[in-house]
């Protein structure tokens, strides 16, 4: 089990509803905007550096945001589309840090 998964701010109305489900894979959910190790103004940079840090997947709307991760220091990640944003009619993408 991963330490945790930080769900970006383009998607939190998922990420609400399902929390739950990734408590089952995550030890925590982390929320950009509502956590405060991630404050509103939390930009792509800040969250890749926080995920390196902290062990922790990014699940996001943005198709860029995995970018952000090579400026903080990784080499290899993987990018997963990992389900459907109804209300928000776009993909989420599940970014895992793999070195």
Not at 30 to 50: M, T
Not at 65 to 89: C, L, M, N, P
Request: glycine share 8%; net charge negative; proline share 2%.
């Amino acid at each position: 089990m991963r330490n945790g998964v930080v769900i970006d701010k383009d998607i939190l109305g998922w990420g609400n509803e399902h929390e739950e489900e990734l408590l089952k894979q995550y030890e925590q959910v982390l929320k950009v905007g509502i956590d405060a190790e991630l404050p509103q103004r939390s930009f792509d940079d800040k969250v890749a550096y926080y995920c390196k840090n902290n062990d922790c997947d990014l699940l996001t709307g943005d198709q860029k945001a995995y970018s952000h991760y090579f400026d903080a220091g990784v080499k290899t990640i993987q990018i997963t589309r990992y389900a459907w944003y109804k209300e928000g009619d776009r993909p989420i993408y599940l970014i895992k840090i793999i070195d």
